[in-house]
């Protein structure tokens, strides 16, 4: 190989329990120096051979080019690593904790850590941070939440089936697939993972059964993290990332001294934190690719952080191509209301009343609601089991921020049932989606019985739009979206369920409305 400017070393470190995990140590130079380190680790990442284009990689790694070294980490049972991958399990943070030990024992060490991590790899490394760690200087996390209750679940419905697809993958090496997805996604739901893989897993079964925020979910490591924590947090999320509720959460839970010295980017993406579409221009919503560096050499050196301000929430305004500040994603604004009517419409008008009814088959539904970032979307009609309602044309730009109230309301012929919202600007003709939120009538109201009016009152996650001069707004009503597990129809637990019924949903109109923070 030709020469290098960085010094790349693998090794297998030897956890407290025995297994042996690969790591890999990369040094600027010739590795002789101190250096403050970076450490992460991932379940991602199946390299392990070195090559000219692993050095390519370090070399033009931005933490080498500033004078990091960085340890990374094939997380348990996951390619180089040895042992068995369990999601989120104790044995994940005890490898983290007993990792930054021995990076403490090695030469280069200088008595500074840096963590970084995103979605998984950053979960693995938040469980650690219930632990005193005074070594740990600045951290950066991108799309996670420290609440995996809320990713799982909202207002009573599940999330895909628990991310079920993503456990096969992390279990697949020891646990590969042996049946087709026709053969797995089949009620009772609770019975997937024995049916996928041969035996069950109860780590995953456990998300499903759990569909209230009870013991299961609060005996976590990561709970109250973010109350607690006293050192320089960046956080990087999407406005349409599946963990933008949490991630706000998460801003929300720091003290004002721990937000007066961190950042949050807030950005028009999806879970990779990129723009992913050809769809709709976002000329200035690409993440900043030196953004974590720059931000350990804020913290380090006490540089300028280019990329947002410091203590604030920085987020992209989606139709408008423009960065803006605030203390909160929830700050409260006036709200602007729009009610449903019976004709299609959206209006600042309540109407007299009126009614419209879907039919809703669990077992009848096809994807649809391509979601995880922005996307020109399927027009009005596409669908049977959707209501569409559309605004007028808006007479001068409305620029809005925050969550989107939704409250009216709905009933159904069966026991439960679920109601799916999704917000659309509409430009040019085309819709494009912006934010969406879900309900089960027993959620809102737990002494719901079939035939009655039910009340619903849900906040969507925050967002931030503008809708043009002569655009519209659309939102779809219905009962299924690709974003969450079909709903039986039942009262009975979604994943005991194995007879799902047929449901005439209704919305009733008058009160029911959508209510836009206006800025």
């Given at each position: ?93 005890q490898d983290g904790l007993d990792t930054m ?112 925020y009870n013991g299961f979910w609060k005996n ?183 969550p989107i109230r939704i409250r009216g309301q ?110």
């Open positions: 190989m030709a020469d290098h400017t960085v010094t790349v070393t693998d090794r297998m470190l030897p956890m407290s329990d025995g297994v042996r995990l690969f790591t890999r140590i990369v040094l600027p130079g010739d590795g002789r120096g101190k250096y403050p380190t970076v450490f992460h680790r991932s379940p991602y990442k199946p390299e392990t051979e070195i090559t000219d284009e692993t050095y390519a990689e370090y070399e033009s790694s931005p933490f080498l080019q500033r004078g990091y070294a960085v340890v990374f980490q094939h997380c348990r049972g996951r390619y180089g690593s040895e042992g068995e991958c369990i999601p989120y399990s104790e044995a994940e943070r030990a021995l990076i403490r024992e090695m030469p280069h060490y200088n008595g500074e850590i840096y963590l970084r991590g995103g979605s998984y790899a950053a979960s693995v490394l938040m469980l650690t941070l219930d632990a005193p760690q005074p070594d740990v200087k600045a951290i950066c996390f991108t799309v996670q939440t420290e609440s995996m209750y809320h990713r799982n679940f909202l207002n009573g419905l599940c999330r895909t089936f628990s991310g079920f697809k993503w456990w096969l993958g992390m279990l697949s090496q020891q646990h590969p697939k042996i049946a087709g997805d026709e053969e797995i996604f089949v009620r009772p739901y609770r019975d997937m993972m024995r049916r996928a893989v041969g035996v069950d897993v109860p780590a995953f079964t456990d998300t499903l059964m759990n569909d209230r976590d490591h990561r709970r109250g993290i973010m109350e607690r924590l006293d050192v320089p947090l960046l956080l990087t999320g999407g406005w349409y990332d599946y963990y933008c509720f949490g991630m706000c959460a998460m801003w929300e839970k720091l003290t004002q001294a721990e937000r007066a010295k961190s950042c949050f980017l807030m950005g028009p993406w999806g879970h990779a934190a990129k723009v992913k579409t050809e769809d709709y221009p976002l000329p200035n919503g690409d993440i900043p690719p030196d953004r974590e560096a720059a931000w350990f050499d804020h913290v380090r050196l006490g540089t300028p952080f280019p990329y947002g301000e410091v203590g604030k929430f920085n987020y992209y305004t989606v139709g408008q191509d423009v960065w803006r500040t605030a203390e909160s994603p929830y700050e409260i604004t006036p709200r602007d209301a729009l009610y449903l009517t019976a004709d299609g419409g959206l209006s600042p008008l309540p109407p007299d009343g009126g009614e419209l009814s879907y039919r809703y088959d669990p077992d009848g539904v096809t994807p649809r609601d391509r979601h995880n970032n922005l996307f020109r979307c399927d027009p009005p009609g596409t669908f049977d089991d959707v209501l569409t309602f559309v605004s007028g044309e808006f007479a001068q730009d409305a620029r809005y921020f925050g709905f009933s159904s012929d069966c026991d439960d049932t679920a109601l799916c919202f999704r917000l659309y600007f509409v430009e040019g003709g085309e819709a494009y989606n912006l934010v969406d939120c879900a309900t089960t009538l027993l959620h809102a109201d737990p002494g719901y019985r079939r035939g009655a009016r039910c009340k619903v009152d849900i906040l969507t996650q925050p967002t931030a739009f503008v809708v043009k001069r002569g655009c519209r707004l659309r939102l779809d009503v219905s009962s299924y979206s690709s974003c969450y597990t079909p709903h039986a129809n039942t009262a009975k637990h979604f994943a005991l369920e194995t007879e799902p019924q047929i449901a005439e949903n209704t919305v009733f109109f008058g009160e029911t409305q959508i209510l836009l923070p206006r800025v």
